[in-house]
């Protein structure tokens, strides 16, 4: 395999896990016949994606001395509750010392998790000076859940400057239109269907649009984008979390709610929706114990 070729299909990897087709990506890695850190990479992050945590577990050993291992601590942290406070601590230790020497996955995974602790100081302080595209795009991410889009801005110029036809940059100034609001959506929606003309449509793409067209309150455009979302995937996180949203706007009696907010609860536990969920619920159980009535009797025995 020439230089160039090589050099292209680690494009159409990149390209497919980014715009969230993780089985093309897998598929054009098993392609690859050279050996490739990168395409590695790619690989096992996939099968992160589709949650098939154990094929990483399995194929990466602890004593494995490539920057793969991040990704077994990846999909440890993903799959394991129990070992999420371990992970973390390695991650810190890690980046005690030289960042800079370090391979760049193991800053991406390192942020990744951090960003899952909703720590984005923390995974800042890692990103900050790296100017990898996928840095950037997780730098901006931080800004964008911290609400700083006036910051979140400058990075998408960086971005643009070091390559502005990047799909990952062409995501990046989506989510930041979504952000902004307004006539910005537009603009976010048609970088979603230019990547779905340019690729194939993916539940990533398609949510985008859907969050596009919840926000100008088009939600029967919304609706129709989001079921076919759930033909392709009817467990999909950010499918339910799009039609949780769009129930709340359109279902006045609040069935449908309640159910999407029960098929979340019940297959997506270790999901952020889910850990505020229960967090905000036994504070009000605390509230309901601590202000609630003294006597417990039945109101007609107290008139009596």
């Given amino acids: 395999m020439n230089r160039n070729n090589e050099v292209s299909e680690l494009i159409d990897v990149e390209n497919a896990f980014y715009i969230g087709n993780y089985q093309t990506c ?38 494995n001395d490539t920057p793969l291992l991040a990704l077994r601590y990846l999909a440890e942290y993903m799959s394991n ?26 800053i991406i995974v390192g942020a990744i998790i951090y960003c899952n602790e909703e720590t984005y100081e923390t995974a800042m302080k890692v990103l900050v000076g790296n100017f990898n595209l996928e840095c950037l795009s997780l730098h901006m991410h931080c800004l964008l859940k911290m609400s700083r889009v006036d910051l979140a801005k400058q ?46 449509p993916t539940l990533l ?40 949203a769009l129930s ?8 449908q709610f309640s159910r999407y907010l029960a098929q979340i609860l019940d297959d997506h536990k270790g999901s952020s929706l889910v850990a505020a969920y229960n967090k905000r619920q036994a504070e009000f159980d605390r509230l309901v114990l601590q202000f609630g009535p003294s006597n417990s009797k039945p109101i007609d025995e107290i008139v009596a």
């Fill in 81 to 106: 509750s129990a070992r999420k406070e371990a992970i973390v601590s390695i991650f810190d230790e890690k980046f005690q010392g030289d960042i800079n020497e370090l391979h760049v996955v193991w």
């Fill in 248 to 255: 709340q706007q359109r279902d006045k009696s609040s069935s």
């Fill in 155 to 200: 990075v998408a110029t960086t971005m643009q400057e070091k390559d502005d036809d990047a799909t990952l940059t062409q995501l990046s100034q989506a989510w930041l239109n979504i952000q902004i609001g307004g006539e910005k959506l537009q603009d976010a929606f048609f970088i979603f269907q230019d990547l779905c003309d340019k690729f194939s």
């Fill in 205 to 244: 793409l398609l949510n985008g649009q859907a969050v596009c067209y919840i926000g100008q309150q088009k939600y029967d455009d919304a609706e129709q984008v989001l079921r076919e979302c759930l033909n392709r995937d009817p467990n999909n996180y950010d499918t339910l979390i799009n039609l949780l």
């Fill in 26 to 63: 897998i598929n054009e890695c098993n392609k690859i016949s050279k050996a490739s850190l990168e395409k590695d990479i790619f690989m096992y992050r996939s099968y992160i994606a589709q949650h098939k945590y154990r094929v990483v577990l399995d194929e990466i050993k602890p004593s």
